[in-house]
């Protein structure tokens, strides 16, 4: 048996002794989660440095402050999470106790990525762990360093026999996929997605995909264009552009056109200097294979690159660039999600017409769009879908743990963070509990049993018969507690101020 | 019929267009549905006694009345459930406004299933209405008179150019698999499940499978057994077993078996009289192939029936049917029996039926009968099913507050009542801000480059989650009691005062 088999097989035999069940063990798993973030933070942003030459700041919000807010919002609510959630009762269970329990699947096995080696690995493991399972976690091997500090730190602080690190490439992943799990949670590209899909389809295995593709971004006429340019330039080039949520590519208002290439060269250069290379605060790229690739990117066409375009091969550093596209040139930059620090600006009339361009395409994880016209905003809106859209900001939804994060048609299923990611790693198991109870057996010849009759079927439907909404049905219970209410304090004060007098 | 690409390609029009996504147009769709339920209703329970020769009364409460009442819980709800469900802000995005919006996948594919053919087909598709959505319905072929009715009636009552009716068998079924979809709603075995996942892995396309599998029942020996053997009747032989949630088999204590067996033979005989065969309320086998099968699976464990046993092939009838001294290698516990015989397992306890039930796959309803709710909670701690039902089996499907659905191989996703709405929904989060000048001062002092540590260390406060704290929260609550006390009292003394002078 190989060492992988054995390994999902031994977490198998784990989770059936039933050690995760516990809410205490739980939390002290995600406790030493949160142990080790904190006593390891400077060797993990060294790894990452190492990765992607992330800045600080970088490292500490898009990676750090996620894992943990989201191992203290576990700390502080996995009590109520965990507890029966009672639903609202029929006439036929008036008496019974009917809830939902979250139960754990079982072993769950999560595929980091490479762009936040951290964050998109660690986030999916604290859902996991709190929804109680066991766990293979297998970082991207992309971003070596942070998967070898994964396996080398993790096992000194998360119980060795409920989760596991296990470092590859295609190979191994490839065999992990040929077993049995209960729950996959992958990140990364739509093709992959389709892979793993379809191996988690051999055992119906559910799960959740993280995929992405090209978000764009519409720049409208009336809007305040250096915090447009602001917001969306921080966006785009934070980890070099590298990330699923980062604007791939502008549809502006050909009126503003102009000005707003002015505001984005002012931006770049106060963020990142006149020579972004020396900035501390830019990243590089992950490797050469990306590097050639988004240098292929760039190089189809010179005469397109209006703000930077300069490369260094050594450094696998790409500079703050910005192109001009019109799509009828079919430009290969729009064929696929550019993951790298290259903007392509189209020219568009109107928003109808940019919404057209975004609904000719794949659904992306995120639209934004910039107006200080609201109903400009409220179209967009309405008349387009993807996993978020935020109005006059990129990318800073993935912050908020209290909103889903997650994609639509190829950008993705299911989501996650926060509640989210509980309820993703939990099985919703519907409880109906009753009591024996012989007088119910009375009702139950009455109106369930056979031999049937038609009165019997008269009752039956009028007891689970659902009726139509009444609004003088359903403020009763209202007004009744105004009443009581008002009845209860107009009382107090009477006594109270019989009393003083 | 036009070709099944042709029916995928008009419907995406349709929806492309904005037909299904108005409120109203879904209100009037459901309103639809509710008048071919009223104006058809003896049609539809024709189609389906001529498909499934069950009772009228059987067809009215597991199908009809159950399609009403979702049709109607949609109805009164829809304008709740539409409605943008804002979200806790952080610090960062107090002055923002943060929801979840609810947005229709697009084209969602229903494959129904035969034993309960109309209600099987119809519920998913209230779901895909109240969501939004446009949806091609392609109903089991094996309940030809439902599917014929269907695709005959339902273009009268619902707008044809969003809400299709396909029919037709395994060529059909393959045909429309190829195409995209946004959604695939898939009721049926295990096995059929996992070639519509692999189709739907092509496009990424979300999916929900209600599979089956063996709904294990437990009886323990603390047991009202009269009430435990009415129930477990009624369960497992309605619509003649042919119910993904009926219970597949039991696992008696051993000391509380024999009685147990007495019981059903006397409960099935009140219920359909010493000829079953003769009894208004007794249906059939769906059709032959199923009754080669479930006779097979008879014969080879034929020395272990002590009730009934009897089969008559020209009536594609089987008679309720209880075996004892079951174990684990017997034909009936090799695959999902989906008809009338009642396999009962001896086990000693509550120990080694939880032992048996968790060595299987996981079902879809797991049942456990006992005076001793400690038993209850043992099962629902120590084992995993789609629902759990204590002392009784398969009512909690008719609760649409509870989600319907399974876990492993008896299925992913869930659905009834909301969680219907919710399954054919995309939660599409929406963070919307204004275009506040001022508020880029904190941008620059927070947010942009360049980093300095006070940027980072400030950002951190500003967004770090803190532990929860139980004094806060009672003084928040005591706090909030006291004002509106307050308030209410202050209130009711002014009235006071004011009703005083005017008397």
Known sequence: ?501 | MAAISDIVNSTRTAFNKGLSKPLNFRKQQLQGLMRYLTEKEDAIAAAIQRDLKKPRDECMVTEISIVKGECQLALNNLDDWTKPEPVKKDLANLLESAAVYRQPYGVVLVLGAWNYPFVLTLNPLIGAIAAGNCAIIKPSEISANVARHLAETLPMYLDPSCFKVVNGGIPETTELLACQFDYIFYTGNTAVGRIVMRAAAEFLTPVTLECGGKSPTYVDEDCDLSLAAARIAWGKWLNVGQTCIAPDYVLCDAKVRGEFVVELGRKLREFYGDKPQRSCDYGRIINPRHFDRVSRILEADRELVVVGGDTDSSDLFISPTVLVGVDKTSATMQEEIFGPLLPVIDVSGLEEAVEFINSRDKPLALYAFSRKQSVSRYMLSNTSSGAFCFNDCVVQNGMVTLPFGGVGASGMGSYHGWYSYDTFSHRRAVLAKKQLGTTEWLMKALRYPPYTAKKTSWFLWMLAVSPKSRTKTALGYILGMGLCFGVLSSFCYVLGRFCFSLW
């Open chain 1, 1 to 501: 048996m190989s060492k992988l088999n054995e390994a999902v097989n031994s977490l198998r035999a784990t989770f059936n002794s039933g050690v995760t069940k516990s809410i205490t063990f739980r939390k002290s798993q995600i406790k030493a989660l949160m142990r080790f973030i904190i006593e390891k933070e400077d060797v993990i942003l060294d790894a990452i440095y190492k990765d992607l030459h992330k800045p600080r700041w970088e490292c500490q919000m898009t990676e750090l402050q996620m894992i943990r807010n989201d191992c203290q919002i576990v700390l502080n609510e996995l009590d109520n999470w965990m507890k029966p959630q009672y639903v609202d009762k029929d006439l036929a269970n008036i008496f019974e106790k009917c809830y939902i329990k979250y139960q754990s699947y079982g072993v769950v096995l999560i595929l980091g990525a490479w762009n936040y080696p951290i964050n998109l690995t660690l986030l999916p493991l604290i859902g996991a762990i709190a929804a109680g399972n066991c766990i293979i976690l297998k970082p991207s091997e992309i971003s070596h360093h942070t998967a070898v500090l994964l396996e080398e730190s993790l096992p000194l602080y998360l119980d060795k026999s409920c989760y596991k690190v296990i470092n590859g490439g295609i190979p191994e992943t490839t065999e992990l996929l040929k077993y049995r799990f209960d729950y996959i949670f992958y990140t990364g590209g739509t093709a992959v997605g389709k892979v793993v899909m379809r191996a988690a389809a051999e055992f119906i295995t559910p799960l959740t995909l993280e995929c992405g593709g090209k978000c764009p971004v519409y720049i409208d006429s009336q809007c305040n264009l250096t915090l447009a340019a602001s917001r969306l330039v921080w966006g785009k080039f934070v980890n070099a552009g590298q990330t699923c949520l980062a604007p791939d590519y502008i549809l502006i208002n050909e009126k503003i056109q102009s000005a707003f290439i002015n505001e984005l060269e002012i931006i770049i250069r106060e963020f990142y200097g006149e020579n972004p290379q020396q900035s501390a605060d830019f990243s590089r790229i992950i490797n050469s294979r990306h590097f050639d690739r988004l240098s292929k990117l760039l190089n189809y066409d010179n005469s397109s690159v209006i703000i930077g375009g300069q490369t260094d091969v050594n450094d696998l550093y790409i500079s703050p660039t910005v192109l001009r596209v019109n799509l009828a040139d079919h430009h290969p930059i729009m064929d696929e999600e550019i993951f790298g620090p290259i903007l392509p600006i189209i020219s568009v009339s109107d928003v109808d017409e940019a919404v057209e361009v975004i609904n000719t395409r794949e659904k992306p994880l995120a639209i934004y769009a910039f107006s200080s016209d609201t109903s400009v905003l409220n179209y967009i809106e309405k008349y387009t879908t993807s996993g978020a859209i935020l109005l006059n900001d990129v990318m800073v939804h993935a912050g908020l743990s209290s909103l889903p994060f997650g994609g639509v048609g190829s950008s993705g299923m299911g989501s996650y963070k926060g509640k989210f990611s509980f309820e993703s790693f939990s099985h919703r198991r519907a409880c109906l509990i009753k009591n024996q109870w012989s007088i119910t057996e009375r009702l139950m010849k009455a109106m369930r049993y056979p031999p049937v009759s038609d009165s019997k079927l008269y009752w039956f439907t009028k007891l689970i018969e659902v009726r139509p909404k009444s609004v003088v049905l359903s403020a009763a219970p209202y007004l009744l507690l105004a009443g009581l209410t008002l009845g209860v304090c107009s009382a107090v004060v009477y006594l109270f101020t019989s009393y003083c007098s």
